[in-house]
């Protein structure tokens, strides 16, 4: 493969051709090496792999073959200098705090991440010594006001889940340079093919595999994306403590990487399709998607990702604070395309119930703040033909 050639070529040739050296039996598709171990030369060729004098695999905690195929994928998509696979996404979250913060330094986090990420920050690695403050995700003002000369990390999802606030990345990278600490970007809903943070003066990418990388919600999987040096300190702490990518995880997800584009252009025209849809029917309140116009983080989306992604929630028009959640139920209950399930970035439509489910560990105060009503409904909308996901969504509306 000529690498020279390759870097004039565009993110779809990238996502297919990037990362395989062919090897003497001249396969075509990429070569999946399930092997926990390499075998060396000689003794001294040992010894010189082992003392990291001669490059070369020795172990598949430290590197793999098809793990690196991937790796180097995802890293010339994110435009990054180097990537770091790991077992899952909070396998990635974990490893990048671990590699790059200490005992003293404090994380400024967006109110509105993962669940488990949240977790992560707020009741684990506060155990460490890291002091966690956390901000609202789209209120530049509040992630100035919380800077301290401690704070070491800054660390978002934009758009977020569910409600699709937008954070400015181009601003947040800004603050984060002035304060010389790093911005971190879970890039999981825009994937590479929809936004690239590191453009925009991110520091770091962050990945689940698990949803739209791999696409059809088979494996389990994460990476880290950054400059050498971090993704050097990263790699460090994967190899020694081991929440390693499983090599046949990481041929899932190349094969995922090749129809990214393709599956994202098409997961944005549904969500799109569909939330126009819902926002036309009466018994709906509110639906909250970045591609429609009166979106608040409309026109920042529009200007920092290629599309708004495939994601989408909506209130449904209940005037009894305590019929709420019923109506939401109900509407749930009575679909029967789409599935009930909290994964997203899938083929297959998903449906959840994000205060009793995703959203549930919230308190009633906090749920409130972020917008995480008992009226809400969140869709991430797969590739289904459009006019039967609209007929499942009148079923939902029928039960009301
Ligand atoms: C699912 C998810 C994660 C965690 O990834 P796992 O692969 O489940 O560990 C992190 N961030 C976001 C935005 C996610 O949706």
Known sequence: MNDEFLELCNLDTLAIRTGHSRTPEGEHSEPLFNTSSYVFESAADAAAKFAGDEAGNVYSRYTNPTVKIFQDRMAVMEG??????????MAAILSTCMALMQQGDQVLVSRSVFGSTSNLFGKILVKFGIDVVFVELSKLEDWKAAMTPATKMLF??????????????????????????RLVV????????????????????????TKYIDGQGRCMGGVVLGNEADMEEVLGFVRTAGPTLAPFNAWVFLKGLETLRLRMDAHCQNAQKLAEWLQKQDAIEQVFYAGLPEHPGHELAKKQQRGFGGVLSFRLKVSEESERRA???????????VSLTANLGDVKTTIVHPATTTHSRLSPEEKVEAGITENLIRIAVGLEDIEDLIVDMKRGLSAL
Do not use: Y
């Open 80 to 89: 990054a200098e180097a990537a770091v696979a790991t077992s899952s996404g």
């Open 186 to 209: 879970d890039n999981c809903f825009c994937t590479p093919a929809l936004q690239r943070p590191l453009d925009l003066g991110a520091d770091i990418v962050v990945h689940s595999a």
């Open 327 to 337: 109506a939401a139920w109900r509407f749930i209950d009575a679909t029967r395309l």
């Open 156 to 181: 978002l999802e934009t758009p977020s889940n569910p409600l699709c606030d937008v954070a400015d990345l181009g601003a947040l990278s800004a603050l984060a340079k002035d304060n010389n600490c």
